[in-house]
């Protein structure tokens, strides 16, 4: 099963809106990702999870806050965003850091700020 | 800094026109290259990883090879289902980073 699952598909948000992004893999990895990504563009990393601590965050804003809870959970906290945060936001997981373990993404969450 | 340049940014295609896709990459050393299969509003598709120059994977019609400066997606008689942008990404030695390219967007006509 290389299944990552993204809840929820669709999300639609005012700027003083608090709401969290949910990220879920049963694969037994190690290593979770936060991207986010615009039209058109590629995929942009936001934070690095390993072994449930934070080990990367691309100077993302405060406004976004991730957590994880355990192994298998990935959460994106969000609030007081901007409508240029609206995007496709992107779960990936892979077995370690290490740079031969592929990288396997969910389907996303389209957010879209008002 | 890594880089991945890919080629061409769009392709329009006949079906059963094979072609070949680019990715051309600098880094200081190769850990991994990678390519996605992305649809419309959908995460990326894990496809392939190589690791080593002359290094070969195929997948149906999808055949990825690598020298030391460049990677080639290879799409043998593609069939309408094959439309979708193929993102290419590095890893380097010492990197837990991916850098992606921008990707080449693919459309096959019926």
């Known amino acids: 099963d290389t299944e990552v699952t993204q809840t929820p598909k669709h999300l639609v948000m005012g700027m003083t809106n608090k709401k969290s992004l949910k990220c879920e893999q049963h694969m037994g990895h190690r290593a979770m990702y936060w991207y986010k990504q615009k039209a058109k563009k590629p995929p942009e990393l936001m934070f690095v999870?390993?072994?449930?601590?934070?080990?990367i965050n691309e100077s993302v804003p405060s406004r976004f806050s991730p957590e994880c809870p355990n192994s298998s959970l990935l959460n994106l906290h969000l609030h007081a965003l901007q409508p240029e945060d609206s995007a496709l936001y992107l779960c990936a997981s892979s077995l370690g850091l290490a740079g031969d373990n592929e990288q396997f993404f969910g389907p996303g969450t389209r957010l879209t700020v008002l | 800094e890594d880089q991945v340049t890919q080629s061409p940014e769009a392709l329009r295609l006949q079906e059963g026109e094979s072609s070949s896709l680019n990715c051309s990459y600098t880094v200081s050393g190769l850990r991994g290259l990678f390519w996605y299969r992305q649809d419309p509003g959908k995460g990326p598709e894990f496809l392939f990883t190589?690791?080593?120059a002359g290094e070969e994977k195929e997948k149906e019609r999808l055949k990825a090879t690598l020298t030391k400066k460049e990677s080639f997606l290879h799409i043998t008689a593609p069939k309408p289902e094959d439309s979708a942008t193929y993102l290419c990404?590095?890893?380097?030695?010492?990197?837990?980073?991916?850098?992606f390219g921008k990707g080449n967007q693919v459309v096959v006509i019926p």
């Open positions: 990404a590095v890893q380097a030695v010492g990197n837990n980073r991916l850098a």
């Open positions: 190589l690791y080593s």
């Open positions: 999870y390993s072994y449930e601590k934070l080990s």
